[in-house]
């Protein structure tokens, strides 16, 4: 597995490359948004970490020109008092992020989950621990009992499983499941966000809820 | 006129004032005096002289003086050089065609010259008005941009303050994740760094309430996020104290700025963790009445200082027994904050024991069913 870091401090790109390479990760680093761009197209990496606070190019537009050929995941690293920018970032096609300082740990384990794949798309279903989802009869069960869901239900279900364990944003769900004029309308996905957690109840996954940005289908 | 006429004077057509009252006057005596003065040297210069002078008067009295007047005047001059010069003297009736002639076209000039002047004058007296409401909205234009400019200069100062504060916080934790778990030094610069780090986001939370470009940013939540979000940040401060929620299950979906009510949430707690004894609860309850948000957090500490209960959310305020490590900006921010999404917070001690913060927020409300 190889890693690209675009962070502008040295020290960040050093001990994430120790962290990384412990894990077993190839990593190469870059120190600004155009020598980042150009590292990915060379060495095209399985996972890519981008840090907002580039000196040269504004980290969102770095992930714009990213997302122009590539669909490689990217986790963000920003200091927390960039909300508006986090979302543009999200908006641009991030998969997840971390807030300076992090804990290596919880980077980590975001870092694997955004490489999952979602094994096999369309036509075989949908896994994720005890739920199941079938796209063709848009059917859901949890640990073996069919689980009722309205034709909303399952299209927001639906989308948090494919992007399980990745934040999606706001947008994204209502864009996905209620159309494009839908995009201010947070109040239906809130409703029926909650709904879901109220069915996924006792189980092992959660519906987390990320202020200002998204959801997030997670196993516990 | 019958009974029913209305008591008041009936309006005149047009309102004339005093000043032109004034130039009417002057510009009659005005062309009288000069009709007087030609006559005197009429012998010298002609009756065609005559008409000169009182266009000359007129155009000048155009300069100045209202369209009415000056047209008055025009009138006026053209009838006194009728009857007292153009011969046959003392009478309307002109001999001569040539004579006639003469007098249809100073008619004429003079009552354009008039008109035309007046005209001229008030287009200038309007370029010169809209020229100065220009000048006074490019000067408002010109004062929000400058400020605007400010407070994006201001803010762009905070984030880099932020950025370069944070940034040796997070190599020194990355650090120490790196060393592992066995190093007993290791644990207390640890410590030490995340006190560190609430010290660093206390001042920066502090100042950008203060500097007031705090907009909070309404969206829908459910309150059980907003609480998830407060505590998952200190869960290990937490671990020593239960929390029991009570009245978040029956509440609809409320439209508040959930990141910073879960600050505000976030600092309370915090405090409670740091006065209350270990084991003791922490309580939150949280109603609705109307369209305004309660939450309550109560401990089971030693309660506030007697009589300090508003003082508490100033800035730097240390309790006189309060351990060490405490930035005192706490409930200074979480009141700011509070203030800032029009809500408020106040503080007493539990009549059973213990501090208990009230916040009350205004939002707006949706069934979540």
Known sequence: ?220 | MSATDSPTAPPSPTPVSLAEVGQYSCGLTLVFVLASTCWVLLPYTGDLFVALVFLMAIVLAGTWWNRGPVLMMAVVSALVWNYFFIPPQFTLHIDKPQDMVMFSLFFVVALSMGHLITRLRAREAALAQHHQEREHLLELKHRAELLAESERLHRTLLDSVAHELKTPIAIIRTALDGLGQGNPYAREIETANRRLQRIVESFLEMTRVESEALEPQPDWCEIGDVLHAATKPIQEELAAHPLLITGTTDLPLLRLDSRLLAQVLGNLLHNATRYAPAGTNIEIAASLAGSTLELRVRDHGPGLPLGAEDQLFEKFYRAPDSPAGGTGLGLAIARGLMRAMKGDIEAHTHPTGGAEFVLHLPVKTRSAA
């Not at chain 1, 999952?116 to 059917?139: C, F, I, M, S």
Request: glycine fraction near 6%; hydrophobic fraction near 40%.
């Open chain 1, 1 to 220: 597995m190889t890693a690209l870091i675009i962070d502008d401090e040295i020290q960040i790109r050093r001990l994430l490359r120790m962290a990384l390479e412990s894990k077993g990760y190839t990593v190469r680093d870059a120190e600004n948004g155009q020598m980042g761009l150009q590292e990915a197209v060379f060495l095209k990496p399985d996972v890519i970490l981008l840090d907002l606070g580039l000196p040269d190019m504004d980290g969102v537009d770095v992930l714009k020109r990213l997302r122009e050929w590539s669909s490689v995941p990217v986790l963000i690293l920003s200091v927390r008092d960039q909300e508006s920018v986090k979302l543009a970032a999200f908006d641009a096609g991030a998969d997840d992020y971390v807030s300076k300082p992090f804990s290596t740990a919880e980077l980590l384990a975001r870092l694997s989950a955004i490489q999952r794949r979602q094994g096999t798309h369309d036509a075989a279903n949908l896994k994720l621990g005890p739920l199941v989802l079938d796209p063709v009869h848009h059917e859901a069960s949890l640990s073996g009992h069919a689980l009722k869901l309205t034709p909303t239900e399952y299209a927001l279900l639906a989308q948090l499983v494919r992007h399980a364990g990745k934040i999606v944003t706001l947008k994204q769900l209502l864009r996905a499941v209620w159309g494009p004029q839908a995009e201010e309308q947070s109040q239906y996905l809130r409703v029926y966000a909650n709904h879901l957690r109220k069915k996924l109840e006792g189980s092992t996954l959660e519906i987390k809820n990320e202020p200002g940005i998204g959801y997030r289908l997670e196993e516990t």
